[in-house]
């Protein structure tokens, strides 16, 4: 498994562009340095910032008599931003900003909807981004295709989380779906084993959402648009997974025991037996009265995709985030199972916890599941369940030197868990916006996550300058976990002004 560790450097706001070598850490300026002119007093360096910043005076009046425009509401997030009241408490940040860096924040906070890199023609290296060969040569630096796919397929959950808040309690009449080239085919649908008093509906009967056994946590949606199938070179159907959204789902998060897997002939005293977490499990294989089981509804829907569209090139991938990213990976572990002449299966997923032990990493891999899995190296989650971390080759070189003893500790432990597939591995303190001591829910945070991979380059590289994606929504959402340099008083004064005219959800991912 590839596993990437950024190296946390910090860098000079004034350096603009670097050509990034994949042997070393040293960083070569592709153009001279732009260095402000000794003469310019601070004060002057301020106006010229205030400048940069400054929002016609009729934004505001316009917005007051309702702006017709989406473009004049995002403005006013910017228009109080007043770096003079930040200044006794700014300087020194202030001074390492340069005009031009703060013309490209005005860009990413103003930007009325999402700005996506060019949408290349990928048939002729589909496979290799689906993982054909594990994605070797493409994460470290970061493919800038298999960049835009990742973000893409994060936006496939963030649909479902999205999805999911529009009605909890029932099933969401219209999915939102990022890509306007796939259409749902069908919703899914999970029931939770675990079983609560009665009298807590009756305690809190407007959360009754929160203890219903089945509940809404995804889709599956297909590809019908022709030009769309021809630039990526088959037809793809996208299976998109929310995370942790029920107190039923919270109580099968916390049965963390492995359960083996169902097998033609089971042998229970087997140790070598692949096994999973048992509420993840649960939540995958429960069926109830009213609803087949997750496995079973998304079993039938693929095998009646891959009949449908027979005879085309098909791929499969599967993504989700948190709890999604977990039964993601057993549901890729079924199509390849149970779906005759199933597709290559591949999962993208953010923030996933360990699923199983190593033989089902291993039962993975033999049936040719590719997993890319996207970590956040400060989210806890991606770190639980299990007693011993396994991934590491060297570690795992170590305990067969220490005659096995760890590995038959491991193999009787019903807590030896081990990660599957290959890393891409981000990192909260690249990011020049966000804090280096951002809170946990910050680092569990799936647009938190698609804003570190929309901006990585490669592990010793910085944060990309030319990041495409809006920093409007990260504001929203986790406002108290970015720099106070783009949060000031004004600045958080203007965001009910966008919140007022629904242009941004509440955070799905929190």
């Known amino acids: 498994m590839q596993t990437l560790t950024p190296n946390v450097e910090l860098f000079h706001a004034k350096r603009r562009h670097f050509t990034c070598s994949t042997q070393t850490s040293t960083f070569i300026p592709t153009k001279p340095l732009s260095v402000f002119p000794a003469t310019k007093n601070n004060r002057e360096h301020l106006r010229n910032l205030e400048n940069v910043l400054k929002t016609s005076s009729n934004s505001i009046d316009n917005f007051n008599n309702k702006v017709s425009s989406r473009q004049d509401k995002t403005t006013t997030l910017l228009g109080g931003l007043n770096l003079a009241r930040l200044w006794p408490q700014m300087k020194a ?12 924040l005005q860009r990413l906070l103003s930007k009325s909807s999402e700005e996506r890199s060019p949408k290349n023609k990928l048939g002729s290296k589909w496979r290799e981004l689906h993982g054909s060969n594990n994605w070797a040569g493409l994460l470290d630096p970061l493919d800038e295709d298999l960049r835009r796919e990742l973000v893409r397929y994060g936006e496939f959950v963030q649909a479902a989380y999205q999805g999911f808040h529009s009605d ?12 306007g ?4 085919t069908k919703s899914l649908y999970a029931t939770s084993s675990v079983r609560l008093p009665k009298w807590i509906d009756d305690v809190a009967p407007d959360l009754r959402w929160m203890t219903k056994q089945t509940s809404w946590v995804g889709y599956v949606a297909v590809c019908d648009d022709p ?11 996208v299976i998109a997974l929310r995370g942790t959204a029920t107190l039923l789902e919270w109580s099968e998060n916390f049965r963390p025991n492995l359960v083996s897997m169902p097998e033609p002939k089971p042998d229970p005293s087997d140790p070598t037996r692949p096994k999973v977490e048992c509420g993840f499990n649960s939540l995958y294989t429960t069926g109830s009265q009213h609803a087949p089981s997750l496995a079973d509804s998304l079993v039938a829907e693929i095998s009646r995709l891959v009949d449908l569209y027979a005879g085309e090139e098909l791929s499969i991938s599967v993504t989700g985030h948190s709890l999604g990213a977990a039964i993601a990976l057993l549901a890729a572990d079924d199509i390849a199972e149970r779906v005759p002449h199933a597709p290559p299966v591949s999962v993208f997923s953010f923030g996933g916890p360990r699923v199983g032990n190593r033989e089902f990493a291993d039962r993975l891999d033999s049936k040719g599941v590719k997993v890319l899995r996207v970590v956040n190296s400060q989210d806890v989650v991606t770190k639980v369940p299990g007693i011993f971390a396994d991934n590491d080759k060297n570690k795992q070189g170590q305990n067969r030197n220490n005659g096995g003893i760890r590995e038959m500790v491991e193999r009787n432990n019903p807590w030896a868990y081990s990660h599957v597939g290959a890393e891409l591995r981000v990192d909260m303190k690249m990011s020049p916006y966000l804090k280096p001591n951002a809170d946990v829910a910050c ?15 490669a592990s010793n590289c910085p944060f990309r300058t030319n990041a495409k994606r809006s920093l409007r929504k990260l504001l929203d959402e986790q406002r108290s976990n970015v720099k106070v340099l783009y949060t000031g008083k004004s600045l958080r004064r203007n965001r009910s002004y966008v919140l007022d005219y629904g242009d941004v959800l509440p955070s799905p991912s929190s």
């Open 93 to 104: 940040a202030v001074d390492e900003m340069s005009p031009k860096n703060l013309k490209r």
């Open 443 to 457: 680092c569990h945070d799936l647009e938190a996550y698609l804003h570190l991979v929309d901006g990585f380059l």
């Open 181 to 184: 080239s796939y259409k749902v």
């Open 168 to 179: 909890p309690e029932g099933s969401p009449r219209d999915v939102a779906l990022p890509d």
């Open 227 to 237: 030009k769309e199938i021809r630039r990526m070179g088959r037809r793809e159907i």
